[in-house]
């Protein structure tokens, strides 16, 4: 797995890509790095002292699959094609917290229901995300 370091700045720089669900604020949506690497992010929890979300790397074939509804939601975590994910915490001082979990341990009460579904029909191409950073 990736050095915390290393990690804490990658997820600090992410941006945003396409959300998914919205209340209150983005609750699930992608993210790219600074390299091309797609994440997707998935709200966990939240309280007065801070905001807990889990965060998949994420294939750009795969990406298109769960958007396309071919892939549940809650699988794209469960079955990460890295193995494990991350459960980030960001205090209310912005402080992160990056906790990595091995997909058999994630608690099934973080994730969406296993019939919970995506069904866009647009995609993004690499040569589109690609542009997006640029």
Request: proline share 5%; charged share 25%; with cysteine.
């Amino acid at each position: 797995m990736l050095n915390e370091y290393y990690l804490k700045e990658t997820i600090q720089n992410l941006k945003p890509l396409e959300v998914f669900d919205y209340f209150d604020g983005p609750r699930f949506y992608s993210c790219v790095s600074k390299s091309g690497q797609l994440y997707l992010v998935f709200w966990v929890d939240e309280t007065e002292k801070y905001s807990s979300w889990l965060y998949v790397q994420i294939s750009h074939d795969r990406y298109i699959s769960v958007k396309a509804g071919d892939i549940a939601i809650r699988d794209a975590f469960l079955q990460s094609e890295e193995g494990y994910v991350f459960l980030v915490t960001v205090d209310n001082t912005k402080e992160l917290d990056i906790t990595p979990l091995y997909c058999k341990d994630i608690p099934l009460d973080y994730l969406p229901e296993p019939d919970d579904f995506l069904s866009y029909s647009q995609t993004l191409d690499p040569v589109n995300i690609k542009a997006f950073l640029e």
